[in-house]
């Protein structure tokens, strides 16, 4: 089993920034991609970005590239999603999750809300 704590969100004002981070502990040792969704209010969950558990690989939702970046310290059992240039749009509950490279999201954090006003 893997838990997962995300912190780092808030308000902001539209074009700030902030960085979330998502702590994992548990069966840490084991290789996990690990990426962040996001989910606005009557909206589906979607994908946000992904980082290969080596660190070396990432993926993009069209509407964050250039803008957010994953990264992780496979030391501190952490990942972080910095998010720049925030648009009200990107208001929402981001979520951390992990996974078996290459596999589906099996573990899920509780959440943690992000808000960018206008």
């Known amino acids: 089993q893997v838990q997962l704590v995300e912190s780092g969100g808030g308000l902001v004002q539209a074009g700030g920034a ?17 990426g962040w ?47 720049n240039s925030l648009k009200p749009e990107d208001t929402a509950v981001y979520y951390c999750a992990g996974a078996v490279p290459g596999g589906r999201y099996d573990y899920w954090g509780q959440g943690t809300q992000v808000t960018v006003s206008s």
């Open 18 to 34: 902030l960085r979330l981070s998502c702590a994992a502990s548990g069966r840490t040792s084991s290789r996990y991609d690990m």
């Open 37 to 83: 969704s996001r989910q606005a209010p009557g909206k589906e969950r979607e994908f946000v970005a992904r980082i290969h558990w080596s660190g070396g690989i990432t993926y993009y939702a069209d509407s964050v590239k250039g803008r957010f970046t994953i990264s992780r310290d496979n030391a501190k059992n952490t990942v972080y999603l910095q998010m």
